[in-house]
Every structure is written in C-alpha cells, then in structure tokens.
C-alpha cells in the first residue's frame, strides 16, 4: 500500500489519490484553501467568467441532497487528480460531508491507447479492492483528445451490440462502456455522474471553440460524452462550456501549460459543481 501525500497551499492532507491501485479515504477535511499568489502578468484578457444566474451555491441547504454524507469515487486525468484541485473539493466535503475516494491517474483516458494505466485499469482496481462507494464521478479527462491516440468511437462499443469486442476498448466511448459497466457491477444502486472535459487553451481553437468545425475538436468528444451520458440516463454536468472559461478570460485561472485549472481556476468551479453534485437530478 502507497498512501500519496500532497500539499495543499502549505498544510499538509491526506488525499486519496489513485496512482497506484492502493487508495484509502481523506481522514481528515481538506483545509480551507487560501489566496494563491497570482501568476505573472500575461497579455490575455482577465475578464472574469460568467456565472449561470440560477447556481447560487450559498442559498442551498445541503443537508437536504440525496447525497449527504455519502461515498464519493472520483475517475479521471490530472483534472481530477492534481492538488489544485483541493480547493474545489474541499467545498464537496465540507458542505455535502462527502467521504472521498481518489482514483484519478494523471496521463489517464478513458481508452486504452491514451493510457494502459488509465480510467479502465483505475475502475479495475476500485471494483477488485475497494468496497463499493455510493457515488462514482467520472471527470472525463483531456487526454483522449489531446494525445490523439484516441478515436471517439461509438455509443454501441464494448456493448452487448458488438459482443463486448474488447478491441473497441480503444475508443474514448468504448472506454466509457466499459467503465460503466464495471462501476454498475460493483454497486448496482450506484449513482454514476459525469463531468464533461473542461476547455483546454495550449491547442488553438481546437480545444476550447464550442462551435470547432474545421476538423476533429474537443468539442465533438465533449458532444459524445454528453450523448453517451443520456443514452445511459447519467446526469451529466457539461464543464467544457459551463465553467465559463474562455480564450478572453482563462489568464489568472489556468496555470502556465494553458491546460491544467490553478487553485482559482478550481474555486470558480465550486459554484457549478457543488450544486451538482447534491442535486444531479
């Protein structure tokens, strides 16, 4: 067993991180995260996202949701994974008193040509060690676009529809069936959750451009998450044009890479994701 430790704006937590198949629950809350230094000056605009007017975080009561103090298993890239990202989950804990489970890989997507230590062989940990968690988030990562190993595929891939044909675990929807599947098997009472991939800025307009039509975009993976989402009747939050993050204003809330959120970037998302995840339906 190999317990990950990571900092978090100078105070130490415990995380559950998944880059190894060991993965334990946060004993102790996430710290209230603090201001982060701002970045460099950069010369792209700093205008601040806009917030969808119906999300007001601070007038819901959260000991209402369904998913109060409940277990939560969290499936993805970097974007899941990274310490960064603390600063939104520790709102998931404090507010919705959220045990969570990482099990995100950093590199990882859903299909097996992005990464063979991906998605797939997180759930195949989680489902052979773990007891079952009440709730599975699946953060789709940037990886399966963004290292163009990847075909989308279709919604019928590792289906019953093409008798589980394994080759088509190479396709990002192939990889998203399968997961499912596996998650479904563990706990069939399950709520399984998506996130869509959020914008990425270091690949032109391709990856951020929700209108993208002059090849294969982010965007075309993020519709197919999306489709793939209400085939299987999965409430799905759709952070690629959600979050508010465009190429005027994502300066101050990424980090230099233009492709991971920074401790900002992170904050700003709590206002979307904590409603989200105490009510997705």
């Known amino acids: 067993m190999r317990y990950i430790l990571i900092m978090l704006l100078g105070s130490l937590s415990l995380l559950t991180a998944c880059h190894e198949p060991e993965v334990q629950p946060i004993n102790e809350p996430i710290e209230e995260p603090s201001e982060e230094p701002k970045d460099e000056p950069t010369d792209e605009p700093t205008d601040?996202?806009?917030?969808?007017?119906?999300?007001?975080?601070?007038?819901?009561?959260?000991t209402l949701s369904p998913n109060f103090g409940k277990s939560l298993g969290i499936f993805g890239g970097s974007f899941s994974n990274i310490e960064e990202s603390d600063s939104c989950k520790f709102y998931w804990q404090e507010k919705l008193q959220l045990t969570l489970f990482g099990h995100g890989i950093n590199g990882a997507?859903?299909?097996?040509?992005?990464?063979?230590?991906?998605?797939?062989?997180?759930?195949?940990?989680?489902?052979?060690?773990?007891?079952?968690?009440?709730?599975?988030?699946?953060w789709s990562p940037s990886n399966d676009f963004s290292k163009g190993r990847a075909t989308i595929g279709t919604l019928s891939d590792y289906t019953e529809a093409d008798g589980f044909d394994t080759a088509k675990l190479t396709t990002m929807l192939g990889g998203m069936n399968y997961s499912y599947q596996k998650l479904k098997q563990?706990?069939?009472?399950?709520?399984?959750?998506?996130?869509?991939t959020l914008p990425i800025f270091n690949k032109g307009a391709a990856g951020y451009d929700t209108l993208y039509t002059d090849s294969i975009g982010l965007r075309h993976y993020v519709d197919a998450q999306i489709e793939w989402a209400k085939a299987h009747d999965v409430p799905y939050l759709d952070l690629f044009r959600r979050s508010g993050f465009t190429h005027s204003n994502y300066g101050p809330y990424y980090q230099k890479d233009k492709l991971h959120p920074n401790v900002e970037g992170y904050k700003h998302l709590v206002d979307i994701t904590l409603p989200f995840l105490a009510f997705p339906r």
């Open 48 to 62: 601040e996202p806009t917030d969808d007017p119906n999300d007001n975080p601070s007038d819901i009561d959260y």
């Open 186 to 196: 563990k706990n069939p009472d399950a709520e399984i959750l998506l996130f869509t």
């Open 109 to 138: 997507g859903y299909s097996v040509a992005t990464h063979e230590r991906g998605v797939q062989y997180a759930v195949d940990g989680c489902c052979r060690r773990d007891e079952p968690h009440d709730i599975y988030l699946l």
